[in-house]
T-cell receptor, first 122, second 115 residues
Framework: AQTVTQSQPEMSVQEAETVTLSCTYD???????LFWYKQPPSRQMILVIR??????QNATENRFSVNFQKAAKSFSLKISDSQLGDTAMYFC???????????????????FGSGTQLTVLP | NAGVTQTPKFQVLKTGQSMTLQCAQD?????MYWYRQDPGMGLRLIYY???????DKGEVPNGYNVSRLNKREFSLRLESAAPSQTSVYFC??????????????FGPGTRLTVL
């Protein structure tokens, strides 16, 4: 079974500064996906960024980037130029990679960490 | 294109009552999921449907049943609600093909309180 650990329950950052959220995971799989989801006060789960484990290049999406260290099983999220709208709970999540497109959904189950509450201060 | 929709948004039940949470997606996705989110925890999988016509148990299925009505709709039923089922429930869907086929997209959630 996979486990995902987010060791920072709460963090804060000044507006326009940079912040890094940590995530580690444990798996015996070689192929998998990693995700960061954002949950603002509206409760909507919003995909921030995704990383495929076989890709060595770190994923980036505008102000969001990851530092993926496969050997260390680490997947941190960096938010640059933080904005007030970035205030949210951030969840790291793991999903096994499947070979068959319509393989059992359990192989594509997301395993979530417990989340990090990020507050951006004005 | 509404994405994933859920009804209702809020619900209060008494212990022993039953209810069905509805989920629909208009993205032509093949797989659908039901998760619950409890305070201080990430989401945990209740049931999933890999494709139309199939359903399987997830991590925490006890006390729930599901129906994949068609490709678009996936409902979650609580037959006899218990206070331990007080939670926020999320539905999600995934296409299964293409460059983003493994990404799950979530509905807005249903906050359920069982008294």
């Amino acid at each position: 079974a996979q486990t995902v650990t987010q060791s920072q329950p709460e963090m804060s950052v000044q507006e326009a500064e940079t912040v890094t959220l940590s995530c580690t995971y444990d798996t015996s799989e070689n192929n998998y996906y990693l995700f960061w989801y954002k949950q603002p006060p509206s409760r909507q789960m919003i995909l921030v960024i995704r990383q495929e484990a076989y890709k060595q290049q770190n994923a980036t999406e505008n102000r969001f980037s990851v530092n993926f260290q496969k050997a260390a099983k680490s997947f941190s999220l960096k938010i640059s130029d933080s904005q007030l709208g970035d205030t949210a709970m951030y969840f790291c999540a793991f999903m096994k990679h499947g070979i068959i497109i319509y393989s059992s959904g359990s192989a594509r189950q997301l395993t979530f960490g417990s989340g990090t509450q990020l507050t951006v201060l004005p | 294109n509404a994405g994933v929709t859920q009804t209702p948004k809020f619900q209060v039940l008494k212990t022993g009552q039953s209810m069905t949470l509805q989920c629909a997606q208009d993205m032509n996705h093949n797989s659908m999921y039901w998760y619950r989110q409890d305070p201080g925890m990430g989401l945990r999988l209740i049931y999933y449907s890999a494709s139309e016509g199939t359903t399987d148990k997830g991590e925490v299925p006890n006390g729930y049943n599901v129906s994949r009505l068609n490709k678009r709709e996936f409902s979650l039923r609580l037959e006899s609600a218990a206070p331990s089922q007080t939670s926020v429930y999320f539905c999600a869907s995934r296409h299964g093909q293409g460059a983003r086929g493994d990404t799950q997209y979530f509905g807005p959630g249903t906050r359920l309180t069982v008294l």
